[in-house]
């Protein structure tokens, strides 16, 4: 019998709402604050020349300093 992949069943899972659109201010501005932090991991990941874990298309995927620094310089 197969184990259960819990990455695997959270990477599946898909909100069902945008948060943005939320009534509670502080949850709706939650996303933001999400926005920014992923921001600064890649800046700090660029910085310290490491790679961030992250998933892409609910698969997970290492993406390394230079690969970053590609993508900031594609869409500058």
Same mark, same amino acid.
């Given at each position: ?10 990477? #599946? ?5 945008? @948060?943005?659109?939320?009534? $509670?201010?502080? %949850?709706?501005?939650?996303?933001? &604050? ?10 700090? #990941? ?5 790679? @961030?874990?992250?998933?892409? $298309?609910?698969? %997970?995927?290492?993406?390394?300093? &230079? ?10």
């Amino acid at each position: 019998m197969e184990k259960n992949n819990p990455l695997k069943e959270r990477s #599946a899972a898909t909100p069902s709402k945008d @948060i943005r659109n939320s009534s $509670d201010p502080d %949850i709706a501005g939650s996303y933001y &604050a999400m926005q920014r932090a992923g921001q600064a991991a890649i800046d700090l #990941a660029i910085q310290t020349n490491t790679a @961030i874990v992250t998933t892409v $298309d609910g698969k %997970i995927v290492r993406i390394t300093a &230079a690969e970053l620094i590609k993508q900031r310089q594609l869409t500058a």
